[in-house]
């Protein structure tokens, strides 16, 4: 079974403050893909990053860091120096192996408001 | 590249209705997906489309269907429309739908039943 918990529901800063958003998996799978998606406003899925079970390595992007951690199935995203434009819900999913085809476990989301 | 669109934006039915639901993916791309977005549920899995085949499926009712043209278009239909079926839709496409493969979203359809 596949699941992905995003316990935090909503989370509120001031804009420049540091936020980190917190997902913790659960797969049987060796193989296996976390991703994390952005969903502003407007509806849409935005996609932010895709990290593999095999890859530990912590990735930065900008203001954007991510920390994989197997030991503790956790795949925590963090904003530096947050914007109000940061401001919108984010998923966390997992994809599984192959009898999972096409399909996406998402956890509930964190709605991040940055206030100005 | 054009990213995946989806068509209409909007729509309103009534209870016992059917509606359907068109999704075009970013060229190139083989595989759709289809999820519904509910404040209760959150994102569920509908169902995965490959070369013109359902090649994986959620938990829904028999009411929700789809099918994928030859150009990897892909529809959603719902039939006997309740009002719990209000909700944003929401189509991906990917490359094969392989593990190994980013999906991509569309903007989503807002349907609203009364």
Known sequence: ?116 | KAGVTQTPRYLIKTRGQQVTLSCSPISGHRSVSWYQQTPGQGLQFLFEYFSETQRNKGNFPGRFSGRQFSNSRSEMNVSTLELGDSALYLCASSFSGSETDTQYFGPGTRLTVL
């Open chain 1, 1 to 116: 079974a596949q699941k992905v918990t995003q316990a935090q529901t909503e989370i509120s800063v001031v804009e420049k403050e540091d936020v980190t958003l917190d997902c913790v998996y659960e797969t049987r799978d060796t193989t296996y893909y976390l991703f994390w998606y952005k969903q502003p406003p407007s509806g849409e899925l935005v996609f932010l990053i895709r990290r593999n079970s095999f890859d530990e390595q912590n990735e930065i992007s900008g203001r954007y860091s991510w920390n994989f951690q197997k030991s503790t199935s956790s795949f925590n995203f963090t904003i530096t120096a947050s914007q109000v434009v940061d401001s919108a819900v984010y998923f966390c999913a997992l994809r599984g192996g192959g009898s999972t085809l096409g399909r996406l476990y998402f956890g509930r989301g964190t709605q991040l408001t940055v206030w100005p």
